[in-house]
C-alpha cells in the first residue's frame, strides 16, 4: 500500500517533537524530510537539522527545493509564528494537505492569507485542537442530544502545570498592546494565545457559531518570566455568538503542583435544562498523604518553562 509522504517543517523544541514522531509512527505514513525557510538564526537551524537526525531523515534548507521532494503529499508546518502565514500559504500553493501547528498565525492578516491559500489549491489543512478527545467528543454529544435543554453557553479552560507560579514581582499589573509583532521567545510564550487556542477553538466548537463580539483581559502575571518580557501568561475570553450562545474561555499556565497532570482542562455545557461538565481526568480518584512536598525539576536554561520534551 502506498504511504503518505509527508515534510516536517521545524524541529526540536517545537511541537514537531511529538507530531513529526506520530507521523513517523503511523504505518500510512513515510516522513520524507525535516525543512524549514533559508537564513534561519544558527540555534534554530541546528534544532531542525537534531530532529532529522533523531528522525533519520534528510535536513533540507530551503522550501522551495523541500516541495520540490518526490512523493510529498503532506506537509506538518510548525515554524515560528511570526513566519507561519507566508510558510503555510507556500505550502497550500505547492499544492501539499497542511497540518498546522497552533496557534494558527500571529495576526488576522497571516491566518486569512492560509486559509485562502489552501480555499484556492483546494487542499485539505486542519490545525491541532482538542476536539477529537473523547471527552470533549462526549460533549459535542451532549450538545447534539439536547441533554441540557437549548444551549445558553459554553465554557472551557485549558491551563497548564508547568513553570514556577509566583515568582513575577508583586503588584505589577500588564497592559495589553493592540498591536503584537514578537512571538518567539525562549524563556517563555504569549499564553493566552498559545493555550488559548484550545479552549477557544472547543468553545466554538461546542456552541456552532461565529464571534459576534469578543471580550478578552491579559493584565495580570503569575511568572516572572513572561513579566520581564511584557507577555500575558494568563488570560480570558468573553464571546457573545451569532446564535445567541455566549462562550467563554481562559488560557494560560498555573505552574507545577497546580494539577496532577500536565494541566486542568475542562468544558462545562449550560443550557435551559440544566449543566454538564466534562474533563480529560474523569473518573478520578483523589489520593492525600504525608509524604515531602514535591520538588522542582531542575531548570534547563534553554527552556525554563519546561515546553520541550527534549529538554
Not at 167 to 174: E, K, Q, W
Not at 219 to 230: G, P, V
Request: charged share 25%; glycine share 10%; aromatic share 8%.
Amino acid at each position: 500500500m502506498a504511504k503518505y509522504g509527508v515534510l516536517l517543517i521545524g524541529g526540536n523544541r517545537t511541537h514537531l517533537e511529538g507530531y513529526g514522531r506520530s507521523f513517523a509512527a503511523d504505518t500510512r505514513c513515510k516522513i520524507v524530510a525535516v525543512a524549514d525557510e533559508e537564513g534561519l538564526p544558527e540555534y534554530r537551524e541546528g534544532l531542525n537539522r537534531l530532529l532529522a537526525s533523531e528522525l533519520g531523515v534528510p535536513y533540507v534548507s530551503g522550501l522551495d527545493a523541500a516541495l520540490k521532494l518526490r512523493g510529498v503529499d503532506v506537509v506538518c508546518m510548525c515554524a515560528d509564528v511570526e513566519r507561519r502565514g507566508r510558510v503555510a500559504a507556500k505550502c497550500a500553493q505547492a499544492g501539499k494537505h497542511v497540518y498546522l501547528d497552533k496557534p494558527l498565525a500571529g495576526s488576522v492578516k497571516d491566518a486569512r492569507m492560509i486559509a485562502e491559500a489552501v480555499e484556492k489549491a483546494g487542499v485539505h489543512s486542519q490545525m491541532f485542537s482538542n476536539i477529537h478527545g473523547p471527552w470533549e467528543r462526549a460533549a459535542k454529544l451532549a450538545v447534539r442530544e439536547g441533554r441540557a435543554g437549548r444551549l445558553l453557553g459554553v465554557h472551557s479552560d485549558m491551563l497548564m502545570a508547568k513553570g514556577r507560579p509566583g515568582t513575577a514581582p508583586p503588584g505589577l499589573v500588564r497592559k495589553e498592546s493592540p498591536h503584537v509583532e514578537n512571538f518567539t521567545f525562549v524563556e517563555a510564550k504569549r499564553e493566552l494565545l498559545d493555550m488559548g487556542v484550545y479552549s477557544v477553538s472547543t468553545a466554538l466548537w461546542l456552541a456552532g457559531g461565529r464571534a459576534k463580539s469578543v471580550y478578552a483581559t491579559t493584565s495580570n502575571y503569575f511568572f516572572a518570566e513572561h513579566a520581564k518580557l511584557d507577555i500575558e501568561d494568563f488570560g480570558t475570553i468573553t464571546m457573545e455568538l451569532d446564535n445567541g450562545v455566549v462562550a467563554t474561555s481562559t488560557g494560560g499556565r498555573i505552574g507545577w503542583t497546580s494539577h496532577p497532570r500536565a494541566g486542568f482542562r475542562r468544558v462545562i455545557v449550560a443550557g435551559t435544562e440544566g449543566a454538564l461538565t466534562f474533563t480529560d481526568s474523569d473518573p478520578h480518584v483523589k489520593v492525600f498523604n504525608d509524604e515531602p512536598p514535591f520538588e522542582m525539576p531542575l531548570t534547563h536554561p534553554s527552556d525554563p518553562m519546561a515546553m520541550w520534551g527534549s529538554t
